[in-house]
C-alpha cells in the first residue's frame, strides 16, 4: 500500500501593502479550479494567458486580467473581491504571490508553479515599481487595512536596488527563498506543477502542451496556430490592455510598461561576476542545489 498523501495545511497569514491572505479562508474552492503561483514577475501574466487561452479555445478579446484575479491582492477588500470570484461560472484561474504555508491548499485544485532566476526577477519587479504612479501607491498605501509600512517609491540606482531586496530578504516586496523553499517542498504531488521562465521562453508550444495535459484541457487543435500566437510576448505586448491589471492604469506609459521586455540577463550589464557568484552562493545555501539549480536554468 502507498503511502498516503501528506497535504499542505495553513500555519499563518502574511499582511502587507500587498497582501492579505486571509481571503484563503473564506474562498469556496471549486474541484477544476486552476491556481497560478509565482513569486513575482516570474511570468505569472504570461501563464494567466495561456491558460485562458488553453481553456476557451482561442480568443483574442479575453479579458484574462479580469477573468484571473489575484486573490491575495488586499484590493479590493475581500468583502467586495469573493463574491465577484464566486459569481464566476467559467473554470476559474487565481493567481497568488504567497508561499504555500499562507494558503489554504486544495487537494482537488491544481496548482502551477513559475520559478525565475532571482536576478531576472528583480530586474522585472524594478521596471514595474519605478514606473508605478501616484494611483498605484495609493491604492497599495492608503486603502484601510493596510498592515506594516507603506511602501515607497524606489530607489534611482538600480543596484542599490538589487542590494536591498537581496539583504533584506525580497525589500520592498516580500520574502523570495520563503517562497521558493516553500513550493519546491511539495513538487511531487500529483496537483502541483512546475514550470520554468527559461522552458517557456526556450520551448512554448511545447510546455503549453505539457500543461494543457496537466490541467485536462482538451487541445482544439484547428485551433493552435492562433491559440500559441495570442500567448506569444509579441502579441501581448500588443494588446497589453486586456492581459493587464486595469488596462494598466496604475502604470506610466499603462499596460506596455507592465509588459516590458520578457527577457533574461539584463543584469550581466550591472553586476559584477563576483557579485552574481554571491547571490548564486547565497541561493544554494537557501533553497539547496537542486533547486537552485532549477531556479537557475529550469533544469530538474
Known sequence: MSDPVIWPTKT??????????????????????????????????????????????????????????????????????????????????????????????????????????????????????????????????????????????PPADIRQYWCDWLEQDGHPFWPFWDNLRSWWQIRALPNVLFVHFNALKRDMPGEMRRIAAFLDIPITEARWAEIVSYCSFDWMKQNAAISVPLGGAFWDGGAATFINKGVNGRWTDTLTAEESREYEARAERELGKDCARWLATGER
Open 12 to 153: 499563518r497569514e502574511l499582511h502587507n501593502h500587498h497582501f492579505d491572505s486571509t481571503i484563503w479562508n473564506d474562498f469556496k474552492f471549486r474541484d477544476d479550479d486552476v491556481i497560478i503561483a509565482t513569486y513575482g514577475k516570474s511570468g505569472t501574466t504570461w501563464m494567466q494567458q495561456i491558460v485562458a487561452q488553453m481553456l476557451f479555445g482561442g480568443d483574442p478579446a479575453l479579458p484574462v486580467a479580469e477573468m484571473s484575479p489575484w486573490l491575495d491582492l488586499r484590493v479590493p477588500p475581500k468583502e467586495i473581491k469573493l463574491p465577484q470570484v464566486e459569481a464566476q461560472t467559467h473554470r476559474r484561474i487565481i493567481k497568488t504571490h504567497l508561499p504555500v504555508d499562507a494558503l489554504v491548499f486544495s487537494p482537488q485544485a491544481k496548482y502551477i508553479y513559475i520559478g525565475r532566476d532571482g536576478r531576472d526577477v528583480l530586474w522585472s519587479l524594478y521596471n514595474h515599481h519605478a514606473n508605478a504612479n501616484a494611483q498605484w501607491y495609493a491604492a497599495l498605501n492608503d486603502t484601510p487595512g493596510r498592515v506594516g509600512p507603506p511602501i515607497a517609491p
